[in-house]
C-alpha cells in the first residue's frame, strides 16, 4: 500500500495529525484569530475561481517549473516559515529544510523557530528564506541578517502584518504559553501522543532558540529582555528602507492585503510582494488572498508569492490564474510532519505535485504561464 493509496490528500494528513499532537499543539497550529472568519473567507475565494477545461491537446508533458526573483524552482511552491515549528513535530525545521532541499524548493525558517539559523545550516539547500520579525535593536537587527546570511539563507522576509501581537482566542484555550510548560493537564493531553513526547524528550522543551540567544548574551538590553521586547517594534517605511540597505539578496514582504501598497513597495527596492493574511492568524476581516491577487497583479509587476488556506494543487493552479507567481504553504507541511514524520513533508511535495499534474491535464496547459488563460472571469 503506498502512501498515495493510504493518504491521496492533504485532507487525509490532516486528520491524521490531529490524532497525533497533543490537543493544545493542534490548536496552536490550527487556529486563527477572533471568530476565524478568515479561514472560512480564504477557502470560500478560493473555491470561487474557475478555470475552463480544454480538449483534444494530443499527449500530456506537463512542466512545474517557473522562474521567480531571478530563480527557476521545478515546483511552483515552498515552505512557509512558521513560529515554534518543532513544538508541532520534533526537530521540524531540520526535517523541512532537508526536505525542500531535496525538492529544490525554497524552505523559510522564522524568526521564532526552535532552531537557529546555524542549527539549520546544514540541512539547508542553496534557498533559505529567513524571515525576520523586526528587532527593536539595530544591532541585534543587524547581528540576526549576519547570522542568517552566514548560515546559507539568501533571500529575506520581511513580515509586516505582526504590528501588535493578535488575540487568538482558540490558542489561548488551548493553554500554550511562551515558553511550552507542560502544566498537568498538558502533560495528560502529551501522554496520549507517544510518538510526540518521545521526540520532545529527545530534542528538549521547544523555544524560540534565536531569540533566546539575545535575551541570554550580554547585550546592552536591559536584564528584563525577553522575546515581546525584543521584537515589539511595529516597523515603518524607514524600517523597510534601512533592511533594505542592509541585506544585499532579495527581500520579500509578506502579508501585504493592499494594492495601494505595492507601488510603495516596489519604489522601496523589494524584489517580491508576499500576499498573506497570516492563515488567518491576525485580523478576522482580513480578505481572503485569492480576492486580492487580481488587483496586487494590476497594481505591479513584481512578482507575486500568495499563501493562506492551500489545501491542494488545484488552488496553486487557482491562484496563479489570477496573477500570482509563487504559492507558499504553511501548515500542510505540519500535518505532513505531525501525520508521518519526516516522509509526510516529502508525501505533501509529492501530493500537490500529483494534482498539479493532474488539473493542467484537464486545462490542456503544459506550462504554467498558460493556465491564466484558463481562468474564467
Ligand atoms: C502555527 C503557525 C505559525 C506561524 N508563524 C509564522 C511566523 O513565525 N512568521 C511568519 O511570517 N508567518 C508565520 N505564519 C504564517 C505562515 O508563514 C503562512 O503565512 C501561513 O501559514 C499560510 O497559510 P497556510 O498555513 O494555510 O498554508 C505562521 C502560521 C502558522 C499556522
Known amino acids: 500500500m503506498t502512501l498515495h493509496n493510504r493518504y491521496p490528500a492533504i485532507a487525509d494528513l490532516k486528520a491524521r495529525a490531529r490524532r497525533r499532537i497533543p490537543h493544545f499543539v493542534w490548536e496552536y497550529l490550527d487556529s486563527a ?22 480538449i483534444l491537446h494530443g499527449e500530456f508533458t506537463p512542466d ?29 525545521e531540520c526535517l523541512l529544510a532537508r526536505t525542500a532541499a531535496t525538492a529544490g524548493i525554497p524552505y523559510g525558517l522564522s524568526t521564532v523557530a526552535t532552531r537557529t539559523p546555524e542549527d539549520v545550516a546544514p540541512h539547508l539547500g542553496d534557498d ?4 525576520i520579525y523586526p528587532p527593536r535593536d539595530p544591532d541585534i ?18 513580515t509586516v502584518d505582526v504590528p501588535v501581537a493578535s488575540r487568538r482566542e482558540r490558542q489561548t484555550r488551548g493553554g500554550l504559553t511562551n515558553p511550552p510548560r507542560l502544566t498537568p493537564r498538558l502533560a495528560a ?22 531569540i533566546d540567544s539575545y535575551a541570554d548574551a550580554a547585550t546592552a538590553l536591559p536584564s528584563t529582555a525577553h522575546a515581546g521586547y525584543l521584537l515589539r517594534t511595529s516597523p515603518d517605511w524607514d524600517y523597510l528602507r534601512q533592511i533594505r540597505d542592509a541585506w544585499d539578496g532579495a527581500l520579500v514582504v509578506k502579508g501585504v492585503l493592499d494594492p495601494d501598497d505595492a507601488a510603495p ?14 492563515a488567518g492568524r491576525q485580523f478576522a476581516a482580513a480578505p481572503a488572498t485569492a ?10 509587476d513584481l512578482p507575486l508569492i500568495v499563501d493562506s488556506g492551500i489545501a491542494g494543487g488545484l488552488d496553486i493552479l487557482r491562484m496563479i490564474a489570477l496573477g500570482a507567481d ?13 501525520a508521518l514524520g519526516e516522509p509526510g513533508a516529502a508525501h505533501v511535495i509529492d501530493i500537490l505535485r500529483a494534482d498539479l499534474i493532474a488539473n493542467m491535464g484537464q486545462l490542456g496547459t503544459h506550462r504554467l504561464s498558460d493556465v491564466p488563460g484558463r481562468l474564467i472571469r
Open 265 to 278: 513597495l516596489q519604489q522601496a527596492g523589494v524584489d517580491a510582494i508576499w500576499i498573506s493574511n497570516h
Open 326 to 338: 509563487f504559492v507558499m504553504l504553511g501548515r500542510a507541511f505540519h500535518y505532513g510532519l505531525a
Open 64 to 92: 512545474l517549473s517557473v522562474t521567480v526573483m531571478g530563480r527557476t524552482y521545478p515546483l511552483p511552491f515552498g515552505i512557509a516559515p512558521v513560529g515554534m515549528s518543532g513544538l508541532v513535530w520534533p526537530d521540524a
Open 141 to 158: 537587527r543587524a547581528d540576526m541578517l549576519r547570522r542568517a546570511r552566514a548560515a546559507g539563507f539568501g533571500t529575506l522576509v520581511l
Open 189 to 210: 493531553q502529551a501522554a496520549r501522543c507517544p510518538a510526540w513526547l518521545a521526540g520532545i524528550r529527545r530534542t528538549g522543551m521547544p523555544r524560540m532558540r534565536l
Open 291 to 300: 480576492s486580492v491577487v487580481p488587483a496586487m497583479r494590476a497594481a505591479t
Open 33 to 54: 484569530t477572533g471568530d476565524e472568519a478568515t479561514l472560512a473567507r480564504n477557502r470560500a475565494a478560493l473555491d470561487a475561481v474557475l478555470l475552463r477545461p480544454s
Open 128 to 131: 533559505g528564506w529567513f524571515q
